[in-house]
């Protein structure tokens, strides 16, 4: 009998080894790269990706074409994004030679304090429902990218949705999967099933799904612009629907929302610059680990080893203590930032690691006080565009205000009750974030925009795919298809502390010698389906003068370009 299993799991070894043989390309890569000299496009759908490259043939640039992609997949990805969410970028600006940070995020209503939550017997912020609903800050997000840098006209970039909302789109396989579990547990908020559930069920794979009502919403905002959302006919809507399931949010939040553009961050990492956005987001985290790592020979150890993936997961609880402690809205808070991402502090990081132990908690550090969707496009001017935005929990809250044809985003669940903390819950406060747009540089001029999608997954999945291609020489491709590490458990920024050092939850391809070796230094590891992100890419070749663009086969994605 254990030989007919020993002889099965062989089997079933050598076929999947057989199934990734490729003539040209590295181990992990399931397809090749898209080159192309004009423009790329790379999104987790392919419509959106053709939406995009439309726009960019017709004359549009990255900014229009980034737009045009973000506002298909709400309609065509409603698990993870939409107009009730919130959107964050990080531009390359060819005319300027300079990156600029959009944080469109949006803040907590007015009316709703802390005091409510506490009378009310809550220990946390509950994930559905009104409680959890803040502004949403994507259609703002739009209209400044688009004042700054867009081109074409909004209705021109905004047609490809109205188009598919009142046409209809067939729904692609792993959207199809998570829109039945997404939607059965929000049917009971009323207006969801109306638009969600026609026909009393999910849509399935290859079924024809049309949102009218978010047609006519696209269109008003065509017709009357970004106040219509703000300070008009949408804000009331969502206001009243709101107020009559027990919420908080009133005109005056909509009527006061702006986004802000921020300097975005940097480390820099064996030559490379890595950039990310400041706090009220994650994006700290991945400097802070790319600063502990950077103390270590990683290429020599190799992709896949203990030591290197020890020294990763050691350094990804380091990081997420401080992100626990210090990450929140800089409007309310003096935040350590420089402190955090300073090379000195990475060191004494790093320091803590124990080569042969995995530690069960680590303190954070003391400094004095001074599911989502991503998409990446690239235009022939040399304009790039990284671009997140989401609902936070898949579709949101549930909440799915006056035939509108969008879910309110969850954002506000992810502060924290505890009095005194930095994300404590305030009102007219931006609640911490883990969407994050990613960018590198090389000597000034742009090198990759890319994104990775997948809450606390995201910071891990940058670092990762940075050490990917810079440290293990993998290809754009390769670095987002390679099997992928997540630690989860690690104290959080809503309050909960991590006291047994957390859960290592690995991909298949990782060697079994090499799991047991992880085990005997003390990690805890199982085998998850799914939490490991949806990566998108584009490399700009400055020798060729050519975009490389790379879209992961976890997703429904295409990378695609002219």
Not at 305 to 316: D, G
Request: glycine content about 12%; aromatic content about 12%; some cysteine.
């Amino acid at each position: 009998m254990r030989q007919i299993a020993f002889t099965t799991i062989f089997v079933f070894a050598i076929i999947i080894l057989n199934a990734q043989d490729r003539v040209t390309g590295l181990n992990f890569a399931t397809r090749s790269e898209v080159i192309a000299q004009n423009g790329m496009a790379c999104t987790s759908q392919p419509l959106a990706t053709q939406a995009a490259l439309d726009i960019l043939k017709a004359g549009g640039n990255a900014i229009d074409a980034a737009i045009a992609a973000n506002a298909v997949l709400g309609l065509v990805e409603p698990t993870g994004n939409g107009m009730g969410g919130d959107l964050f970028a990080i531009v390359w600006d060819a005319k300027t030679e300079k990156l600029y940070g959009l944080n469109a995020s949006g803040r907590s209503p007015y009316d709703l304090t802390l005091d409510y939550f506490k009378e009310n017997g809550y220990e946390k912020i509950p994930s559905q429902g009104p409680l959890p609903v803040s502004v949403p800050g994507c259609v703002d997000g739009w209209f400044e990218l688009h004042s700054k840098f867009g081109g074409l006209p909004i209705s021109e970039i905004l047609a490809p949705a109205i188009n598919y909302s009142r046409n209809g789109f067939p729904l692609s396989e792993l959207i199809a999967y998570y829109w039945d579990g997404n939607s059965r547990s929000l049917q009971r908020f009323p207006g969801f099933s109306e638009i969600f559930r026609p026909n009393g069920k999910a849509p399935k794979k290859g079924e024809i799904f049309k949102n009218p009502f978010l047609a006519e919403t696209l269109e008003l905002i065509v017709k009357e612009g970004r106040d219509v959302f703000y300070k008009g006919e949408i804000a009331e809507k969502i206001v009243a629907y709101v107020k009559e399931n027990g919420g908080f949010l009133s005109m005056k939040d909509f009527e006061d929302h702006t986004s802000e553009w921020v300097e975005p961050i940097s480390t820099n990492y064996r030559g490379y610059d890595v950039w990310e956005l400041p706090p009220n987001g994650q994006g700290t985290a991945v400097l802070q680990m790319l600063n502990i790592l950077e103390n270590y020979d990683i290429a020599n150890m190799g992709f896949g080893t203990t030591e290197y993936m020890h020294l990763f997961i050691e350094a990804k609880k380091l990081a997420f203590e401080d992100r626990a402690k210090y990450y929140s809205d800089p409007d309310f808070n003096k935040l350590p930032i420089e402190g955090l991402i300073s090379k000195d502090y990475g060191k004494q990081r790093a320091a803590l690691i124990n080569n042969n132990r995995a530690a069960r908690s680590y303190p954070a550090g003391e400094l004095e006080q001074g599911n989502t969707i991503y998409l990446t496009t690239s235009d022939k001017d040399g304009n790039m565009v990284s671009l997140i935005q989401s609902n936070y929990r898949g579709m949101g809250s549930g909440m799915t205000p006056g035939k509108l044809g969008f879910v309110l985003q969850d954002r506000g669940e992810l502060f924290s009750l505890e009095e005194g903390h930095m994300n404590v819950y305030e009102p007219h406060k931006r609640p911490f974030h883990t969407i994050i747009p990613a960018f590198i540089t090389k000597d000034g001029e742009p090198f990759i925009s890319f994104g990775l999608m997948g809450g606390a997954m995201q910071p891990q999945g940058h670092t990762q795919i940075v050490c990917n291609i810079i440290d293990f020489g993998m290809n754009l491709q390769e670095a987002g298809d390679a099997p992928r590490i997540q630690h989860s458990g690690s104290s959080q920024p809503t309050g909960e502390v991590m006291t047994n050092g957390g859960t290592v939850q690995l991909e298949s391809g990782f060697s079994y010698q090499t799991i047991r070796d992880l085990m005997s230094k003390g990690h805890k590891i199982e085998f998850a389906k799914g939490p490991y992100g949806g990566y998108q890419a584009i490399l700009w070749d400055s020798v060729n003068k050519v975009y490389y663009g790379a879209s992961e086969s976890r997703k429904d994605g295409q990378a695609a370009g002219y």
